[in-house]
């Protein structure tokens, strides 16, 4: 398994920006699909963002394409998640997490992760 360490939360008001960034420790770094999840109060928590281990294909859910991107510095061990646009919905706990399965079309499984931060807060204001 690798350790992450999500940072970058905080309040900002509707249409602001964010850049969310996880350190990640472990040789095996580079291996990882990388992803982002978040789960706002009384939800379950939902898909954000994915990125392939080489950084080349990256996943969005629908909610986030065009305003989020997701990118990964692997030889910092670094996945980051620049936020635009922010709108009140997108308010949650944003977690980082590691999966070593490759990265699949479309909405990544939760279940292929077995790695996670503790989570960042977002809040976004009306």
């Known amino acids: 398994q690798v350790q992450l360490v999500e940072s970058g939360g905080g309040l900002v008001q509707a249409g602001g920006s964010l850049r969310l960034s996880c350190a990640a420790s472990?040789?095996?770094?580079?291996?990882?699909?990388m992803g982002w999840f978040r789960q706002a109060p009384g939800k379950e928590r939902e898909f954000v963002a994915a990125?392939?281990?080489?950084?080349?294909?990256?996943s969005y859910a629908d909610s986030v394409k065009g305003r989020f991107t997701i990118s990964r510095e692997s030889a910092k061990n670094m996945v980051y998640l620049q936020m635009n646009t922010l709108k009140p919905e997108d308010t949650a706990v944003y977690s980082c997490?590691?999966?070593?399965?490759?990265?699949?079309?479309?909405?990544?499984?939760?279940?292929?992760?077995?790695?996670w931060g503790q989570g960042t807060q977002v809040t976004v204001s009306s």
């Open positions: 997490a590691a999966s070593n399965f490759e990265l699949r079309f479309g909405d990544q499984n939760e279940a292929d992760f077995d790695s």
């Open positions: 472990g040789r095996t770094f580079r291996r990882y699909t």
């Open positions: 990125v392939s281990w080489g950084g080349s294909s990256t």
